[in-house]
């Protein structure tokens, strides 16, 4: 039963920077690893980016350099700095937790276009 809710996107310019915000109702955040993932239309899901409880971030290589995750724990938070934007990163973006009661559904998600 546990839920999480993704907001923060929006339409940017190529070049440009957005941040995405999850927050996270359910099990205890904090030791859970985060991840963000992301749907490209007419693609399957693909994972971008993950935190573990500890700090250490792990990226997708289309993403490393230009996006960065963080957590604070004391919000269930987890965010998604997006840096250089490029028309590729168009997707759903959806956080997600594999463990506790989060494995069972994924949120709606929260979509950003990149375009001119």
């Known amino acids: 039963q546990g839920r999480l809710v993704e907001s923060g996107g929006g339409l940017v310019q190529p070049g440009g920077s957005l941040r995405l915000s999850c927050t996270a109702f359910?099990?205890?955040?904090?030791?859970?690893?985060a991840n963000w993932y992301r749907q490209p239309p007419g693609k399957r899901r693909e994972w971008a980016a993950s935190?573990?409880?500890?700090?250490?971030?792990n990226y997708a290589d289309f993403v490393k350099g230009r996006f960065i995750i963080s957590r604070d724990d004391a919000k269930n938070t987890v965010n998604l700095q997006m840096n250089n934007l490029k028309p590729e990163d168009t997707a759903v973006y959806y956080c997600?937790?594999?463990?506790?009661?989060?494995?069972?559904?994924w949120g709606q998600g929260t979509q950003v276009t990149v375009s001119s």
């Open positions: 997600k937790i594999w463990g506790g009661d989060y494995d069972g559904t």
């Open positions: 359910g099990s205890t955040f904090s030791i859970y690893t």
């Open positions: 935190i573990t409880p500890g700090g250490v971030t």
